[in-house]
């Protein structure tokens, strides 16, 4: 005999652009109810923040500095035979010993972490009332005193990243000046990003895009 499996859906509400609830949008109960997992978060934070790092710092070593390799002293009768050459690290403008390579900082997580982080992450944003779902948002001009405007009629608090499906050009241009606003496609929202603002805007169709993700 089968059971039927019924999924759970947890319900957040919507509101349009004058912050009217305008519906609801359904979230399964097993991303919501995902508990926070600090250390897999930090990780996947770490990784982030470590690939942002270019690693294109670079010291010459003895081998690379431009120096004649020629003997210094002569053998006999000055007490310094063994200096070596110009090249040598003891040397004024000789090569550095240990100093800093050229090398990647990237860290390899597995996807299962990865995809963990950001739903622990996410749900613990719903848990501290960090998400609000717009049914739309829908910008006729790109001026940044509208948009200014528009975010103030939800009594935000700082730090706010807005999660589009496709940035539009006047989203983009009128954000820009804003430096507590942050502008993201689903595609592009990541642990840190979630973490770092406070409130976090998706657009319905967003939303449902992103929690896509957890499903594969």
């Not at 690290?89 to 597995?110: E, V, Y």
């Not at 299962?112 to 992450?121: F, I, Y």
């Not at 502008?183 to 929690?211: C, D, G, P």
Request: proline fraction near 2%; avoid cysteine; glycine fraction near 4%.
């Amino acid at each position: 005999m089968q059971l039927n499996k019924r999924a759970f859906m947890a319900k957040l509400k919507t509101v349009d652009q004058k912050n009217k609830a305008s519906g609801n949008v359904e979230i399964d109960d097993s991303i919501t109810d995902t508990p926070y997992h600090k250390h897999v978060v930090s990780e996947v934070v770490r990784q982030f923040l470590a690939s942002k790092q270019q690693g294109t710092h670079s010291t010459k070593n003895r081998s690379e500095v431009a120096y004649s390799t020629r003997k210094l002293y002569r053998q006999k009768g000055t007490g310094s035979a063994r200096s070596g050459s110009a090249k040598s690290p003891l040397r004024r403008h000789g090569g550095t010993i240990f100093g800093p390579q050229f090398r990647s900082h990237s860290i390899r997580l597995n996807k299962k972490t990865r995809l963990l982080a950001a739903k622990s992450a996410f749900a613990e944003k719903i848990r501290q009332d960090g998400v609000m779902v717009l049914d739309k948002l829908e910008l006729n001009d790109n001026k940044t005193k509208n948009l200014k405007s528009l975010l103030s009629t939800f009594d935000l608090p700082s730090k706010v990243l807005i999660v589009t499906d496709q940035i539009s050009d006047n989203l983009r241009l009128a954000s820009r000046n804003l430096h507590d606003v942050h502008v993201l496609s689903h595609r592009s929202l990541n642990v840190y990003e979630i973490m770092r603002n406070n409130k976090v805007i998706f657009t319905k169709k967003a939303l449902e895009s992103f929690v896509e993700r957890f499903s594969k």
